[in-house]
């Protein structure tokens, strides 16, 4: 069973910075997706950065160069690293492993609030 903890949101004020980590217990296999996703109310889920197995990485085009996503394989984390935030960055942050083919999990959620 795989689980996952997020840790690192918070308040913060336009222009500046937080890092999310997700704690990831549990195998998770050799060819998987983990990511990062966010959900603003009365918005859907939308991805904000991924990272493959294969060290691949993806991101949503609004937080390009501005946001990054990172393993610590000796931590056992997914990192985001997110940089010049800006209010419409407010959400909360879920992280998701996809084990391809082997199941779908994701984080309780943390709360990230960028003020102007």
């Known amino acids: 069973q795989v689980q996952l903890v997020e840790s690192g949101g918070g308040l913060v004020q336009a222009g500046g910075s937080l890092r999310l980590s997700c704690a990831v217990s549990?195998?998770?296999?050799?060819?998987?997706?983990m990511g990062w996703y966010r959900q603003a109310p009365g918005q859907q889920r939308e991805l904000v950065a991924r990272i493959a197995s294969g060290g691949t990485t993806t991101y949503a085009e609004s937080v390009k160069g501005r946001f990054t996503i990172f393993r610590d394989n000796a931590k056992n984390t997914v990192n985001l690293e997110m940089n010049s935030l800006k209010p419409e960055d407010t959400s909360v942050y879920y992280c998701?492993?996809?084990?391809?083919?082997?199941?779908?999990?994701w984080g309780q959620g943390t709360q990230v609030t960028v003020s102007s």
């Open positions: 549990g195998s998770i296999g050799r060819l998987y997706l």
């Open positions: 998701n492993v996809n084990r391809i083919g082997a199941g779908n999990y």
